[in-house]
Structures are given as structure tokens and as C-alpha cells.
């Protein structure tokens, strides 16, 4: 049978790093014998030139930030107890305090891409035939630290991208201070792990079926009163148990923050060096209604873990670990819904072929098996997904990347039967789309990569990262397209 080759088209428009949009992060002495001797300087100085100091301060930086003066004044309540019981400082005082722990980071001075799209929760307000959607992006910054940022923009009737400005400000979300944890999900998401002991049973045991972080840590206090301090299991056990408790939590952000301003910045002990190329995808549940996840890498230097994202609006956000032998590598990405009753996911174990794994609890993987390995010159070396299936009339049509000669990334595309996604109809022989001469240089050369498309009417729109550095849009006919992939 003839080979029929099929190519995205690059529409654009282009977004690169805009290292002016700066985010105001915690500043950490690297001591805190150096951290009090700072705080002892401010005490120091007299009423007249606390003002002086902190006036410039706010001139030179409020124009930079939204409430400049409270985001200090909120860093002063985090490094109060570098002054010692004695002192109350006046609120000019404290928000100096406050200044001298805080600096600015800017999350995309490096890079902006690995996007990924989903249709926006408000389609209110468009013209015929057009799409709202918000996109996703991997931001890095300073030490390679990586961060999940967004934008909003629309698609026409005429498949024309138009993207919102992206406003100068931007900030983190508020940690929800007492969220919700359900006993039998952390006991078994514990079991998983391998800490469930006799120490876990006890304070789990006096938990409520549903707790807050404030009543497991008046337990836990309580237990270890009364448990030897020589035993070395109690220790891993709380260390464990709060590694699981601090690895999933709620953020909140205003409501009248705008799209561009959110970014979900590392802030757990395994997302340390990163929160990595997140899959979004819009999940329909079995009632009908939407949620929105999305699966992501965090890394904290040495090890890569995959895990879960939940909103319902992007604006409130649950992080949740993900369990099972099956939880590892990179590359996870989530069907939009349940098949024959039962979660869907695809998966990279072994750093070469794609693997389809299913689930009756969303939260927990066993057993992948392959699906595909790599056959053409292209993707040699291995295959991956490029974000979560989309659901066509022929069968969930995904797309892939391959690595071929000279480590050039390329995208693919498959599909796979709709009833049984074990089976494979088809793949395209020839890459959909290849890095250009103007795509070539970046932080990772010759690289194009995607983390989730959106199917507008008959056309498939891609945003695509350039070489691990800006991002681009790309465009091609979803007919043409399965027509390519069962020649």
C-alpha cells in the first residue's frame, strides 16, 4: 500500500521568554546566624532612615508587583522569629524586614515551551465558530528550575490563533491551609509507598474517615510521646507520613487574578528542581461533567516522579502523588475519559516504547503493557506521547515524538481503536512534523515537542515547543491526517 505523508502547517503565532514578568519569591541566607545578624542591622537603624530605605524600596519595585508593600509585610510573619521575643517592630520596620528576605525570580528568563491546550471552562462571548482555550507551558528560570505558567487565547472559525497579552504581573497561588485528606486514600497511597507499619496503623486508627493536616499532626504528636525515640522504623514512618501529607495540598488563586498571571511554582520537597511538562487534558466524568487534569514530572534533582493535577476552573488546584509500580519515568498522559468503566493512560517505562496501562482508581497504576516500539529511522532511539488521547470518529488519534539520528526530535501521530485502545489501527510512517532551520537553536537543539493538541471542528491545532526554548502553533487537517495514518 502506498505511503500517503501528511505535514503540520505552521501558523504561529510565537511566544518567547519575557523575562520582565518577575514573580516575588522567598529569599533564604545561607545561614541562619547570617539571617539574624541582618535582622539585628534593621533593628539598628533609627525611624528616619527605616523610612527612607523602605520608601525606595517600594519605589523602585511596587510598579514591578501587585500590593508590593503586603508581599513583604507577609515575608516579615514568615522571619519574625529572627527577632526574638522582645520585639514588636513598627509596620514600616516590618515590612523592611521583610524586604531584605525576598527577592524576584523570573520563572521564563530561560525558556518558555512543552505547551499543552484545552478548550478555556467559559466559551461565553465568541463568534461563530470560534474556541476559547488556555494553554499550558513549562517556564524555566534561574538554577533550570521549571514552573507550570498559562496563557488564553482563541481559535476563529478560520483555525486563526489569537493570543490574549500577557499581563506584566505575575504570582503563586495561596496554599488552602487545612485541605481535606481521605483516610483510606493516604492509608493505602502509604501502603504503596512501604511505610505502612505498626507506628502508621496507630495514628491513622484515630484519624477521622476525613482529616486536615492540623488533626494528623496533634496525633502524631501524641503517639510519639509515647513511642521509644530509638526506634529507627517511627522515624521513616513520620517521615513518610509527611512527605505524603506535604505532597498533596491545595492552591487557590483570586478570582480576579488573570489567566497569564498564574504560575504554579515548585513549593514540595520532590518538586524542588521542577514541576515538569504538564499534560492537560479536559476529563469527562461518568455524569457527564468536566474536570480538568493533568499529569506532570516533578523532579527534585535526582529523581523523577509523575504525578496529578486537578482543576476545575484554574483557579483552584489540587496536587496529588500517583502510586504503583507503574508510576515512574516520564511521559504520563490520561485518556478525557473513563474506557468500558475503567481509567486509561499512556505511559514511557523504559525510556523507549509506549505503553497503555488501565486503572480502576485514578490514583494508582500497576501494569502497562507495550504498545508500541520504534520502527521507524526517526524514532529510533524511542517513542513517547505527546499528550492525552483525542477522541475522532476512527479511533483516539494520538500524537507522539520520535528520536532519530543526532537526537532530532520529531512528532507522529497513531491511533488506536476506540472500544480497545490495545489496538493499534495505525501510524503515520513519516514524521508530522520536523524542526526547521529557524527551529533548530535553543537550550535543547534540534527539538520540536508538544504536551497536548485541541481539535478545532476538522482541524487539529499543535502548539509546539522550538528546541526546549519558545513556543510556536502548527495546524493539519484531521482528515488528511487519518487518512496518512491507516495508508
Sequence with gaps: MKTIAVHANRIGPTLTPDRSRVLMRPFYPSSDDIARRIVARILALSDEEVASLLSQVLGEFEARHEQMEQLVRNRFVQVRHYLGEAWEPSP????????????????????????????????????????????????????????????????????????????????????????????????????????????????????????????????????????????????????????????????????????SQRVLFPSTASQRNGIEDARFVRFQNDDGSFAYYATYTAYDGKITLPQLLETPDFLHFKFNTLNGPAVQNKGMALFPRKINGRYAMISRQDDENILLMFSDNIHFWQTPQVLLSPAQPWEFIKMGNCGSPIETEAGWLVLSHGVGALRKYCLGAFLLDLADPTRVIGRLREPLLSPNESEREGYVPNVVYTCGALLHGRELVIPYAMSDYATSFASVSLDELLAAIVS
Design 92 to 259: 514600616e520596620r516590618q515590612a523592611l524586614i521583610g524586604s531584605y528576605f525576598t527577592h524576584e525570580y523570573s520563572p521564563e528568563s530561560a525558556a518558555l515551551f512543552n505547551p499543552s491546550i484545552v478548550p478555556h471552562p467559559d466559551q461565553a462571548g465568541l463568534s461563530k465558530g470560534a474556541l476559547r482555550f488556555i494553554m499550558s507551558l513549562r517556564a524555566t528560570g534561574e538554577g533550570h528550575i521549571s514552573s507550570i505558567t498559562f496563557r488564553m487565547g482563541t481559535v476563529s472559525a478560520q483555525h486563526r490563533i489569537t493570543l490574549m497579552p500577557a499581563v506584566p504581573f505575575v504570582m503563586e497561588p495561596k496554599r488552602v491551609p487545612n485541605a481535606a485528606y481521605e483516610k483510606a486514600l493516604f492509608c493505602r497511597k502509604l501502603q504503596e509507598a512501604g511505610v505502612h507499619n505498626d507506628f502508621c496503623q496507630r495514628v491513622l486508627g484515630q484519624l477521622p474517615e476525613t482529616f486536615v493536616l492540623d488533626d494528623l499532626h496533634h496525633v502524631m504528636t501524641k503517639e510519639l510521646r509515647q513511642t521509644d525515640p530509638a526506634d529507627a522504623t517511627v522515624d521513616r514512618a513520620v517521615r513518610g507520613i509527611l512527605l505524603l501529607a506535604e505532597s498533596n495540598y491545595e492552591v487557590n488563586f483570586a478570582p480576579s487574578t488573570r489567566v
